[in-house]
Nanobody
Framework: QVQLVESGGGSVRAGESLTLSCQASKFYFDSEPMEWYRQAPGKQRELIASISGGNVETYADSVKGRFTISRDNRRKTVSLRMNDLKPEDTAVYLC???????WGRGTQVTVSS
């Protein structure tokens, strides 16, 4: 059974950092573009970062310069380093395998001012 399992969420204060991780299993990971989305209460799900199989990174304007996506094909993980967190970054963060359209269940990030 295909799995994407996120971890690393938590509650932090504005200006602090967190690193999220997504562990993939049961599908061919190496060439699969991987994405991080987030969904805040009452808002639409937002694509914030993606990384291709060739390690090309893209970011939403809202996180550019603060967040960094990376992948480790040997470990089948994709990570999201989040610096200088703001209260508006509060959301559930979800990992997504783009071509296979697999989703993780998400991890909560809460940023207080």
């Amino acid at each position: 059974q295909v799995q994407l399992v996120e971890s690393g969420g938590g509650s932090v204060r504005a200006g602090e950092s967190l690193t999220l991780s997504c562990q993939a299993s049961k599908f061919y990971f190496d060439s699969e573009p991987m994405e991080w989305y987030r969904q805040a209460p009452g808002k639409q799900r937002e694509l914030i970062a993606s990384i291709s199989g060739g390690n090309v990174e893209t970011y939403a304007d809202s996180v550019k310069g603060r967040f960094t996506i990376s992948r480790d094909n040997r470990r089948k993980t994709v990570s999201l380093r989040m610096n200088d967190l703001k209260p508006e970054d509060t959301a559930v963060y979800l990992c997504h395998a783009m071509y296979f359209n697999y989703w993780g269940r998400g991890t909560q990030v809460t940023v207080s001012s």
